[in-house]
């Protein structure tokens, strides 16, 4: 992101008061994607869509906070099972349930945050801003997995540019 989240005031505004709960400073003791934690994936999800949706003119303020919230759980996906279905199914309507709990959330916030597993889940989205936080939870997702292996390609990549400039 070329603004930090923590530096941009009007970001800040929108999700202070739901940052300081300890229900969402919990979600730090979760790893989300190997490398990172829910909540700093809950963070960079969030902070994106918003600065999407704000370019867009859609509902910044909506997008910031339910995708803050999208991934409230607090269970290990990789080991946690569900009698009543997967993880992708569960997880989004538990999120919202939790929300529901530090916040009072808009028809648009329980939407964006129900509907994040689109794809993995049938039911579309209704809102242009579920799709923004849909496809930026999926972009997230991916460039969190392979960040370490990305970083550790560019390392690799230097050497050997620096080693053919000494030998030419
Ligand atoms: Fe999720
Ligand atoms: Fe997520």
């Known amino acids: 992101m070329s603004t930090k989240w923590n530096e941009d005031q009007e970001y800040l505004s929108i999700i202070e008061s739901l940052l300081e709960t300890k229900e969402v400073q ?18 960079s999800v969030s902070y994106r869509s918003y600065r999407i949706a704000k370019k867009l003119g859609c509902n910044e303020v909506a997008t910031a906070r339910a995708g803050l919230l999208h991934d409230l759980f607090y269970y290990d996906w990789r080991t946690t099972k569900f009698d009543e279905g997967t993880h992708a199914f569960m997880h989004p309507k538990i999120a919202v349930k939790n929300a ?22 049938v039911a579309f989205p209704k ?14 997702a991916v460039a969190e997995v392979l960040s370490p292996t990305v970083s550790k390609s560019q390392v690799w990549l230097k050497k050997i540019w620096l080693k053919l400039k000494v030998a030419s």
Do not use: G, P
């Open 26 to 43: 919990a979600l730090a003791n979760y790893t989300q994607h190997h490398y990172t934690t829910r909540l700093s994936h809950s963070i």
């Open 100 to 121: 529901q709990k530090i916040t009072s959330l808009s028809a648009l916030e329980i939407d964006i945050i129900v509907k994040h597993m689109w794809l993995a889940t």
């Open 127 to 140: 809102y242009k801003e579920s799709y923004i936080v849909t496809i930026v939870d999926k972009y997230c």
